[in-house]
């Protein structure tokens, strides 16, 4: 186990430098032109230029120019040169906000997607079954920012049963905090619903065909003890690996769309707000950060799961 | 998939073309044909399919609706005309900026946008836009993910390792922030490889990043095929024969990929032009005032205050064709994957 944790990790580290030498070409090397002008913000003086070029080394060869830039993102040390905000303050001061989103929603598409599953399984083949299919499909097909957006104008603006946008933090008002972000969670959960309930669905299937299934009942035990202890569990592996890597890459951007409609200000919303204003060193820091997070959730996903399942460590 | 008896399909073509023949030797159905008569039987699927043409269709006839209907174009602004409703006069768009709502007519039939131009127009030329960059960026992943999957799992050893681990760190990029990375980078100086050039502001470039981004999402399910098929006997004979590797990749592995292929591409297309959606709303893909189905969603919320038309129809023009996607390519995947179709 010891030398599986340490092979994963090493992998790991591997991975964190490619992105951020891939993240530092994206922003500079890959589009002509002089880089300095691109970090610069929309009507930069000579002076921000002259001092960007220097700061940012590039005038110097690209290893030097990367390795300043790493620096830069790493000791804190990044400005926006648009309106002079410490970027890597701001990240940390949105980052609760992107984090409640997402565990919210987490928690909400896990559970109604274990239920869906469930449903449709015992029903295969039904008119509910279907029914629920093309539901979930409809569920996939709609851009999250659609639906957050006529949730926000319909149930929000118009009826005024929920709030229109914004965020309470959890601390001040925790209800306050949860009333804030029904609309948000649901937006960003229905599309991982109807995936989800679908490869549990089958998930479920497959494993009712199992010897292991069969025996239990030839043992007396009762339908609904079997679906939920022995054809359940067994079915739910891949699904919490999925959640886990899912649960990593909606933190690391996958809520941009959806902070962006309920306007909640997160780590999401501040890129988005960025890219706008043609920013580039925020959308720089939140992209390499977000990929950061996603290895680091992978590599916790996989170290879990080998916990969890021996076979995998050999491989 | 969704709304169709769940029997075992494949084995009941079997039963019955073995009735058919009678006393004849029994010939041998090739799989495709066996899969298009499954795909033949699922109607939901079909009718989807059909109405993903129409959608396709009515965008390829955006002109026509512009000229000879609504007699505007997708830029043209009418803050100050005036137009027959209900035989009432009204304002295209109100003093107060609240812009006219479906008027179910030739002209602004579909309402108008806060700039007074008609929707509906700029709803069919920005499906041909999103329609257009949804397949080719699609059409562009499966070509990478074809070139890479069958070199990585044909060949092996160091290609396989580099290209292997190039895709899992690009895995590692949630997609939106990855397009959205690549489209601000791109959308401020334009792209400029050897001698061609590519505007800032070119519908090429959003096409490219979707294509792009996506192609690691296909490369690793055909590697993993093409991985199965270089150990089957006909490949082997094939190498006795003294084919070449480029050769027993193209003529060997890749017609046995084809099946995967079908299956991906509209589900390809679907992805990619949601992607297109989501990259135009954040502004890194298609640029105003070109309209696509995402900038037009993507103003339409900004102003829903004023006229929730705005964003309503093209997200649901959106939707339905996405659905109609997913449908067919479900339908699709169950016609030429029976095993993947979970049955009881």
């Known amino acids: ?315 | 998939m969704a709304v169709e008896p769940v029997v075992d399909v494949a084995v009941e073509d079997l039963a019955g073309a073995a009735r058919t023949e009678g006393d004849e030797p029994v010939a041998g159905i090739a799989p495709s044909r066996l899969a298009l008569r499954r795909l033949r039987r699922n109607k939901t699927a079909l009718a989807f399919g059909a109405l993903f043409l129409v959608v396709v269709a009515i965008c390829l006839a955006a002109p026509l609706w512009a000229n000879e209907v609504a007699h505007t174009d997708a830029y043209k602004n009418h803050l100050t005309d005036r137009i027959v409703v209900d035989g009432k006069p009204t304002d295209v768009v109100a003093p107060d900026g609240v812009p006219v709502g479906p008027t179910w007519q030739g002209r602004f039939f579909l309402g108008a946008d806060e700039g007074g131009r008609d929707i509906a127009v700029r709803l069919l030329y920005g499906g041909r836009t999103s329609l257009m960059i949804g397949a080719g960026a699609a059409l562009l992943t499966i070509l990478l993910a074809i070139m890479l999957g069958t070199l990585a799992g044909y060949l092996g050893g160091w290609v396989d390792t580099i290209i292997s681990r190039s895709l899992d760190v690009v895995w590692s990029f949630p997609v939106v922030l990855l397009g959205v990375a690549l489209g601000t980078a791109l959308a401020l100086g334009g792209l400029q490889i050897g001698p061609i050039e590519i505007q800032g502001d070119s519908l090429l470039i959003p096409l490219l990043i979707i294509g792009l981004v996506n192609v690691v999402y296909m490369a690793r399910p055909l590697r993993g095929q093409v991985l199965a098929l270089r150990e089957k006997e006909f490949v082997e004979a094939a190498r006795a024969q003294g084919l070449g590797p480029l050769r027993i990749m193209f003529s060997e592995i890749l017609p046995n990929l084809s099946s995967t292929i079908i299956v991906f591409f509209p589900l390809m297309v679907a992805n990619a032009i949601l992607l297109e959606a989501a990259l135009s709303f954040l502004g890194a893909g298609v640029q105003a005032p070109q309209p696509s189905w995402g900038t037009m969603i993507g103003a339409g919320v900004e102003k829903i205050v004023t006229g929730p038309h705005q964003a309503i129809v093209p997200g649901a023009m959106l939707a339905l064709t996405v659905l109609a996607l997913n449908v067919f390519g479900d339908g699709v995947r169950d016609a030429f994957d029976p095993r993947a179709k979970v049955r009881r």
């Open chain 1, 1 to 315: 186990m010891a030398r599986f944790v340490a092979r994963r990790l090493a992998a790991m580290i591997a991975v964190l430098f490619a992105i951020s030498v891939i993240t530092f070409m994206i922003f500079n090397v890959i589009p002509n032109g002089d880089p300095a002008y691109r970090l610069a913000g929309k009507s930069p003086t000579p002076d921000t230029l002259a001092a960007i070029r220097r700061t940012w080394g590039f005038d110097k060869p690209v290893p030097v120019q990367y390795l300043k830039t790493m620096q830069k993102v790493f000791t804190g040390d990044l400005i926006s040169y648009t309106n002079n905000v410490d970027v890597v303050d701001e990240i940390v001061q949105d980052f609760p906000r992107t984090l409640s989103l997402a565990v919210g929603a987490g928690v909400m598409w896990m559970f109604f997607a274990v239920c869906l599953g469930l449903f449709t399984a015992v029903k295969a083949g039904r008119f509910a079954d279907r029914f629920v299919t093309v539901l979930a499909l409809i569920g996939i097909s709609m851009p999250v920012f659609w639906v957050g957006a006529m949730m926000n104008y319909f149930l929000g603006f118009k009826a005024g049963i929920f709030p229109n946008g914004g965020y309470v933090p959890l601390t001040e008002d925790p209800l306050g905090w949860a009333y804030h972000l029904i609309l948000p969670w649901t937006a960003l959960s229905l599309l991982f619903i109807g995936v989800y309930s679908r490869v549990l669905r089958s998930n479920l299937l497959d494993t009712m065909s199992e010897d292991f299934v069969r025996t239990a009942r030839a043992k007396g035990i009762s339908e609904r003890r079997i679906l939920l202890r022995h054809v359940l569990r067994n079915s739910m592996i891949p699904i919490v690996t999925l959640w886990g890597l899912d649960f990593g890459a909606v933190v690391g951007g996958g809520a941009i769309l959806t902070e962006v409609v309920f306007d909640l200000q997160g780590v999401g919303q501040y890129a988005a707000e960025s890219i706008k204003s043609l920013d580039i060193p925020p959308v720089l820091a939140i992209v390499m950060f977000g990929a950061f997070f996603v290895v680091l959730m992978n590599t916790i996903v996989d170290i879990v799961y080998a916990t969890l399942d021996p076979r995998i460590r050999v491989s």
